[in-house]
């Protein structure tokens, strides 16, 4: 098992860029900058297709029962009831115990299923277990896992345990995706935001994920591009494409279409897959689908007529 | 210091408790003042302001709406002076405060005069009780200035409704001055949006929003040289998410203003099993 040693080297076989600090104020205006982008009429309806493209449908709630995660599903597979069209969600993210339904409504639909694992939202459990879960959701079917990080750990200075851990869940996720989530909000600022990306990149991720949308605060622009500033250093540096997935907050299509801006802007077209870049949200969905009969029947829209979800 | 400069006022449009420009940037000059001249953007934004309104309106008991109208009632007359300044004069405004009260007496006896206990062939105690419509849509009256928006606002404030009005487009000065005792009333944020400008450029936007539920074109209809053609337009627009289309009188009281913009919901609640 691969160890950190103190400090923060990373092992030299993977080349990775230096860590380095963020400049703060920097980012922000660039990030704000980024954001005044005005998009209209084509470009518009293309980047809230991609934007359902890119989603991870979630349900991530105690009262989540089959019933309501069947019915997620169903609107993952087919988004609008009145337009074929529309394209379906990339995956559909939910608890451990609820893949098995999410497994048996999305099979043959393309759609993905993702499960949260390794003690979500807080990570405080012992690796053992969290590994144990992990396993299980992978022999249950889902297609992806979303692991938290141990920030108790990132935060006392022990990223060898997080390093650890972080290989460990990659080794049983087989050919699972992992994705692993850094709860920024957590994380106390860019710098420890960068660190913990180039951490968990080197550590095997396929994605990083911003949030566990169970926090105080989640996804905000510049975190994301700290983040995908992260990822193009470390695809500059090995040619490793790392996928970014934004997460809690993202209600309107007006940020969905910010957030993919900044993708295109940083990464390029190569990211604006979903392949490589997802949306995690559970209301944005409805106000897309809005947005889109907004566009096309020129009449502006109300969610009494979207499902309630 | 004598020569001080005045502070010249430009009147802005009234969203979800404060008093934006108008989303385009654009004003125009009217009755000497510089006013918002609003966009469709505009109208979005206050429809969104009303619908996060509507909830605490709605729920708000009787008494207190009352209560609310009354405070209304007393803030336009302390403003008078004001009001005066911006419509035919200080008559027109007594009479506007007194419209308000009016209504403002009706919000709890409402549901004993509209709704009532109905007697069934059934072991069931069947009752009915009226409800509000939800976001009302205004197209004031061009005239008079104040007395036509409030003889159209007062009664679906009244029944628990909340409304995006879009302000004679003649004498808007009159319907900001308005806001501005609106926004010091009490009255909750978002629960009364006032635009000024051009209804023939906002009007159709609001009839057709999937999220207004009832439009009120008595300013429409009656407008002075106005255009039959445009009340009609408004209708089939509002016809896509089968509007409630309402209409009054630009100058009148009647307990029919309020009962157009209201919905009754009818229990059946079984007893003696």
């Known amino acids: 098992m691969p160890a950190l040693p103190g400090g923060f080297e990373l092992p030299a076989s993977l080349r990775l860029t230096r860590v380095g600090s963020v400049d703060a104020v920097a980012l922000e205006a660039r990030a704000a900058d980024l954001a005044g982008r005005s998009i209209k009429k084509e470009s518009k309806l293309l980047a809230l297709d991609l934007a359902i493209r890119c989603m991870d449908l979630t349900t991530l709630e105690g009262a989540d029962t089959p019933g309501k995660v069947t019915a997620l599903c169903t609107k993952a597979i087919r988004p609008d009831a009145q337009d074929a069209s529309v394209p379906s969600c990339a995956a559909v993210c939910v608890y451990p115990n609820l893949v098995p339904t999410a497994v048996a409504r999305l099979r043959g639909s393309g759609v993905k299923v993702a499960s949260v694992a390794t003690a979500f939202p807080s990570g405080q459990s012992p690796t053992a277990i969290k590994v144990r879960e992990v396993e299980e959701v992978v022999a249950m079917g889902a297609d992806e896992v979303d692991m938290v990080i141990d920030r108790g750990a990132f935060l006392s200075g022990r990223y060898g345990k997080v390093y650890d851990e972080i290989v460990a869940v990659k080794e049983v996720c087989g050919a699972a995706h992992l994705k692993v989530i850094l709860e920024t909000a957590e994380l106390g600022g860019y710098d420890a935001i960068r660190r913990a990306s180039l951490l968990a990149m080197a550590a095997g991720a396929d994605f990083i994920k911003t949030s566990t949308g169970k926090a105080a605060a989640s996804a905000t622009l510049p975190i994301q591009l700290c983040m995908l500033e992260a990822i193009r250093d470390v695809h500059d540096a090995t040619g490793r494409r790392v996928g970014m997935k934004a997460a809690g907050g993202i209600r309107t299509a007006k940020q969905a279409v910010q957030y993919l801006v900044q993708v295109h802007e940083t990464l390029g077209l190569a990211w604006l897959t979903p392949d490589l870049y997802r949306l995690g949200a559970s209301s944005l969905l409805n106000d897309v689908l809005m947005q889109l009969h907004t566009q096309r029947t020129g009449r502006y829209q109300s969610l009494d007529y979207f499902t309630n979800d | ?273």
């Open chain 2, 1 to 273: 210091m004598t020569d001080r400069l005045p502070v010249m006022k430009t009147y802005k449009l009234f969203i979800g408790g404060a008093f934006p420009r108008s989303e385009s940037g654009r004003v125009v000059e009217v009755e000497g003042a510089n006013v918002a001249l609003a966009s469709r953007k505009d109208v979005r934004d206050a429809v969104k302001a009303a619908r996060g309104a509507f909830p605490g309106w709605a729920k708000a008991t009787a008494y207190n709406r009352g209560q609310v109208l009354y405070r209304l009632a007393e803030l336009m007359e302390a403003r008078a002076g004001d009001l005066a300044a911006t419509c035919s004069g200080p008559d027109e405004v007594a009479r506007a405060v007194d419209r308000v009260v009016w209504y403002a007496g009706w919000t709890d006896k409402l549901a004993q005069v509209v709704g009532g206990a109905n007697p069934v062939a059934g072991p069931y105690f069947d009752f009915t009780v009226p409800e509000p419509t939800g976001v009302v849509g205004i197209v004031a009256p061009a005239e008079p200035a104040l007395l036509g928006l409030i003889s159209r606002l007062a009664p679906a404030l009244a029944g628990g409704n909340v409304v995006v009005a879009l302000a004679s487009q003649l004498h808007p000065l009159a319907a900001v001055e308005l806001a501005e005792c609106i926004a010091t009333a009490d009255v909750p944020a978002g629960v009364v949006n006032i635009l000024t400008g051009d209804p023939a450029e906002t009007a159709p936007w609001l009839a057709s929003h999937m999220d207004v539920n009832a439009i009120d074109i008595s300013g429409a209809v009656a407008a002075p040289g106005g255009d039959p053609a445009f009340a009609t337009a408004l209708e089939r627009a509002a016809a896509d998410n089968v509007k409630r289309v309402v209409r009054g009188p630009a100058d009148g009281q009647r307990l029919a203003d309020v009962e157009q913009l209201l919905e009754l919901k009818t229990v059946w609640h079984p007893i003696g099993v």
